[in-house]
């Protein structure tokens, strides 16, 4: 196991997981693999397992464990899958899909995160990640279509470039809503859409995002 160390604080943060409402054992047995220390700045390393949101530069966060195993289990993704993740940031919610998938592919605009979260997740083992830099509020459309899309920031919509990305029978999870406040939306193929609770994203920036000094940039609207 990566980092058996913490393994203790792992499997805590796992069996917290399960008080409050995650069920699927994939989603669990990632999470309890992925070591969150090593994708955190080691001054935040001894909270690595607290359930919460910490910063990692650039003005982002390494989301709570709580909301990346939720989002991870709301993609409904199997091991045969191919996903697209819409902003790397630090790189875990990357490595947590890893154990699950076949193969991620993941955004980010932020070049040194970018170099950061790919160096890290080879050194993990995690092969089966190819991280991108680009505008992530574009998706990767060279790569596309995918099964799975996750949306790892705030966004005002599904833009219609990402829903377009889009495997049949595939399905998006993204946080959609104002840069404030945001709800958990899973938007199928099909146009159908669920809604699962409120959730606080740093903003998805870019084309298809909010601009840097608020708003929307969006051309084209949402799927």
């Known amino acids: 196991m990566a980092g058996s160390d913490r393994r203790v604080e792992r499997e805590a ?51 709570q464990p709580w909301v990346v195993a939720r989002m991870t289990e709301l993609l409904e993704a199997r091991p045969d899958h191919r996903v697209l993740e819409v902003g790397t940031g630090s790189g875990y919610q990357a490595a947590v899909l890893a154990r699950i998938v076949r193969e991620v592919v993941s955004v980010e605009r932020h070049a040194p995160l970018a170099e950061r979260a790919s160096a890290l ?58 840069e404030r406040m945001q709800e958990l939306v899973v938007r199928h193929s099909d146009g159908r859409e669920e809604h699962h609770g409120g959730v606080m994203f740093v903003p998805l920036l870019g084309r298809a995002g909010f601009r840097p000094n608020g708003g929307s940039e969006r051309k084209g609207g949402a799927a």
Do not use: K
Not at 15 to 25: A, C, T, Y
Not at 38 to 53: G, I
Not at 160 to 168: F, I, K, N, R, V
């Open 13 to 63: 943060l796992v069996g917290s997981l399960e008080r409050n409402g995650i069920r699927d054992r994939a989603v669990l047995d990632a999470m309890a693999w992925v070591p969150r220390e090593r994708f955190v700045p080691e001054d935040l390393a001894a909270d690595a397992y607290v359930d919460r949101a910490l910063p990692i530069g650039e003005g982002q966060t390494v989301s």
């Open 121 to 178: 997740l080879r050194e993990l083992g995690l092969d089966n990640v190819r991280v991108v830099t680009g505008d992530a509020s574009a998706g990767h459309a060279a790569a596309a279509p995918y099964d799975r899309i996750i949306v790892t920031a705030a966004s005002p919509g599904i833009h219609g470039d990402l829903a377009a990305q889009l495997a049949p029978g595939g399905r998006i999870v993204a946080p959609v809503g104002t």
